[in-house]
Every structure is written in C-alpha cells, then in structure tokens.
C-alpha cells in the first residue's frame, strides 16, 4: 500500500501541521513548569525540593511510560496515544491547580502529567511523521515539527507569567488546562489506518525482535546515553534557572524571558539541525551539540550573573535545546527503520527522562543541602564532554530488519 493510500486524506503536510502543533501546546505547557515552583512553594511552605521532585516524577513517569505509548502508537496509531495523553495531561492540570499537599503535587505534576506527556510529545509525533514522509525528507520534516514546536516554548512564558500575576498559580493552570484540551481535536488529524502504523499484518514477535535487536546494538546504546544527558541539562535548566536568577538578584520576569529566549532561539536550532541531518552525520552533528553545551554552560558560569548574560545564556542554549532530538529519532529511523520507530525512540527518550529525573530532584536535593547550584552545573559541563564522547563511535548503517517485522511503507 501506498504512503499516501495509507494515511487516506491525512497528507503529509496536515500531519506535519498537526503533529507541530501538538509539540507546541504539550511542550509550552511543560515548558512553563518553571514558573510555578516559587509561587507554589511560597504559598504551601514547601521547600524547593518538594516541587522539584514531582517535576522529576514527572518526566520519570514519562519516560517509563513512553515506550508503552509509542507501541500503542505503532500498532494503532498516532491519533489514539494523543488523544489519551491529552485527556490524562488536562486532568493532570487541573488536579494541579488544587495541590496544597506534596502528595497532591506528586500525583497531579507528576504522575498524571507524566502520562499526558508520553502520549503528546515528540516520539509519539515524529513516528507519525516518519511513517508519511519519504526516508530522505525524514531529518528535515522532524525538524521543522520541532522549530514549530518550539514556538509554544517561547510563548507560553510571558502568558503563563502574565496568567500567574493576574489570577494567581491556580487560576494560571487552569487555563493552561483549556490550552492542552486543544490537543484533543489535533489527534483526529494524527489517526493512521493499520497499515500506516505498521500493525496490518505484523505477528506480535515483530516488535520483540525490532527491541532485541535495537538492545544488541551499541549505537542505541550510546545513543541512549547522550540523551540521558539532554534530558539532565533540559530539566533541570528549565525547572531551577528562574530560581537560580532570583538568587542573584534577578527578578521572576528575568527568568522568565530567559526561558522564552530558550524556547524562540530553539526554534532556529532544531530547524537547522533537521536541516543539516539530512545532509551530513547526524552521530557527528551531536558531537558537536554537546561540546557547545558544555562551552556555553561553563560560559554562564563563570561569568558574573547580570541580565545581559542571563539573556545571552538563555539564546545560545536555546539553540542547542532540543536540536538533539530531530538528530537522534533520525538516527534511530535510520539505523532500525520506521515501523517500530516510536517504541525504539521511546525507549531511548526513557534514558532522556531518567537524566530528566536527576537533573530536576538533584537540582532541589543538592540547594536545599548546600544552598547552591553550582555543584550541579559543573556536573552538567562534565556529562556534556561525557555525552559528546560517546557519539563518536556511532555510525549511521542500517541495521539488518528481522524478517517478521518488515518495515511499512517508508
């Protein structure tokens, strides 16, 4: 069956469209995370660890349940895992809105939110994408979903901000809620036909032999680990960077522009390294990302925190955000093919999200025993230089496909 008989009148380009939004309400909303930890905690009398361990729950959860997700998605479809996620993420938003307790926030934030995520974000979307679009548009179509993506990282702050300062952290997580409820009619565009998910036909070993193979593989394994690294740097930069600028003398709309420069300059980043994925090594391409992260760590660092700098950081960062993740999925869909690509990309965005659990809970953990973050941001430069090492090695030959599972129509 053809590409284009299998996705019926979802073309191409729709499902670009919907999926690209979908990315920017999920990861806008994530995004703004950040915002609400001192608003909250001030008001609860929490310590900063309280809310940074259900953010760090939550991307656990995520993580966990993302390859269950992207099976689904596989076997049924891109459309069902994201109207799931979506109504799992609204709930998850709203039970937030009313957290006073810390088991409350770890439910809400952490738990539900989680879920919402795993079935709303990039793994989920770029299977979809991959299973439409011809192999050699595959790096730049992923790409352009994430710069589109991104547009939600940097808006979502100054509204959210403003939502905060008007109706409060509560009523500002509400509407956020009626934002992600908008996910809901995208999913209709993101339904596949059996065929187009790649679950027409295909024995229940096919995707047990695709993972076996994957875990035999090295690459998926470094690959694996630069992500863990990603998933550290994000989270904990966006969870504790408003804090750490209030430290020193910043105030809450510093943090939170900085957060959208990430989110707008991200925009450019991705789009450039879908673009140049397409054309050069991806392995290389993150090589060179994580040694610029860990330049531009070490950069913030050392110099005095003033606004220009904050600025600076937030912009240079932003670039390199999420250029990782076009890079990586490409990779994956390259090595292992596309019919099992959201299970094998939801596998290596669980070791994203491990890194995500760490860099969120050790960012509270390490301030409230040491009153600082500096610990954790000499960590962060030393994982980048670890993370850029181990994609050297990787290369980009296709892996043999077991005969059960066949890849579908790419």
């Given at each position: 069956m053809s590409r284009a008989a299998a996705q019926g009148w979802r073309g191409p380009a729709l499902v670009l469209a919907a999926g690209a939004l979908t990315l920017t309400v999920s990861l806008g909303i994530r995004h703004a995370f950040?915002?609400?930890?001192?608003?909250?905690?001030?008001?609860?009398?929490?310590?900063?660890e309280v809310f940074a361990f259900a953010i760090a729950l939550q991307n656990l959860v995520w993580g966990a349940a993302q390859p269950f997700a992207g099976r689904l998605?596989?076997?049924?479809?891109?459309?069902?895992?994201?109207?799931?996620?979506?109504?799992?993420?609204?709930?998850?938003?709203?039970?937030?809105?009313?957290?006073?307790?810390?088991?409350?926030?770890?439910?809400?934030?952490?738990?539900?939110?989680?879920?919402?995520?795993?079935?709303t974000s990039y793994p989920i979307v770029f299977g979809a994408i991959s299973r439409c679009t011809a192999p050699e548009r595959r790096s730049l179509a992923t790409g352009i979903a994430m710069?589109?993506?991104?547009?939600?990282?940097?808006?979502?702050?100054?509204?959210?901000?403003?939502?905060?300062?008007?109706?409060?952290?509560?009523?500002?997580?509400?509407?956020?809620?009626?934002?992600?409820?908008t996910m809901a009619p995208l999913s209709a565009a993101l339904r596949e036909r059996p065929a187009a998910?790649?679950?027409?036909?295909?024995?229940?070993?096919?995707?047990?032999?695709?993972?076996?193979?994957?875990?035999?593989?090295?690459?998926?394994?470094?690959?694996?680990?630069?992500?863990?690294?990603c998933g550290f740097h994000v989270v904990f930069i966006a969870t504790h960077l408003p804090a750490f600028l209030a430290d020193r003398g910043l105030g809450p709309r510093a943090g939170a522009a900085v957060l959208a420069l990430v989110g707008l300059f991200n925009i450019g980043g991705s789009y450039c390294a879908g673009?140049?994925?397409?054309?050069?090594?991806?392995?290389?391409?993150?090589?060179?990302?994580?040694?610029?992260?860990?330049?531009?760590i070490a950069a913030f660092v050392l110099a005095p925190v003033t606004e220009g700098s904050a600025y600076a950081f937030g912009?240079?960062?932003?670039?390199?955000w999420l250029s990782t993740v076009p890079l990586t999925n490409g990779t994956i869909a390259t090595l292992f093919g596309t019919?099992?690509?959201?299970?094998?990309?939801?596998?290596?965005?669980?070791?994203?999200?491990?890194?995500?659990?760490?860099?969120?809970?050790?960012?509270?953990?390490?301030?409230?025993?040491?009153?600082?973050?500096?610990?954790?941001?000499?960590?962060?430069?030393?994982?980048?230089?670890l993370a850029a090492l181990v994609n050297v090695p990787v290369r980009e030959a296709p892996v043999a496909r077991p005969a059960a599972a066949p890849e579908a129509a790419a």
């Open positions: 950040g915002l609400f930890l001192e608003p909250m905690s001030r008001d609860n009398g929490w310590t900063r998605a596989d076997r049924h479809g891109a459309g069902r895992a994201v109207l799931g996620g979506s109504v799992l993420y609204v709930a998850g938003l709203l039970l937030m809105a009313t957290a006073h307790g810390a088991s409350t926030l770890a439910v809400s934030a952490g738990v539900l939110v989680g879920l919402g995520l795993s079935g710069a589109v993506g991104s547009l939600g990282q940097f808006a979502m702050l100054p509204g959210a901000l403003a939502a905060i300062d008007a109706v409060g952290w509560a009523g500002a997580l509400v509407a956020l809620a009626g934002l992600g409820a998910a790649g679950a027409a036909g295909a024995p229940g070993a096919g995707a047990r032999e695709a993972l076996a193979a994957a875990l035999r593989h090295r690459g998926f394994w470094l690959l694996s680990f630069g992500f863990f690294v673009l140049l994925g397409g054309r050069m090594s991806k392995p290389g391409l993150l090589v060179g990302l994580y040694l610029l992260r860990a330049a531009v912009a240079a960062m932003g670039f390199l019919r099992h690509l959201a299970m094998l990309g939801g596998v290596v965005f669980f070791f994203h999200q491990v890194g995500a659990f760490l860099g969120g809970w050790l960012g509270g953990r390490i301030y409230v025993a040491t009153g600082s973050y500096d610990v954790v941001w000499w960590l962060s430069i030393a994982l980048a230089l």
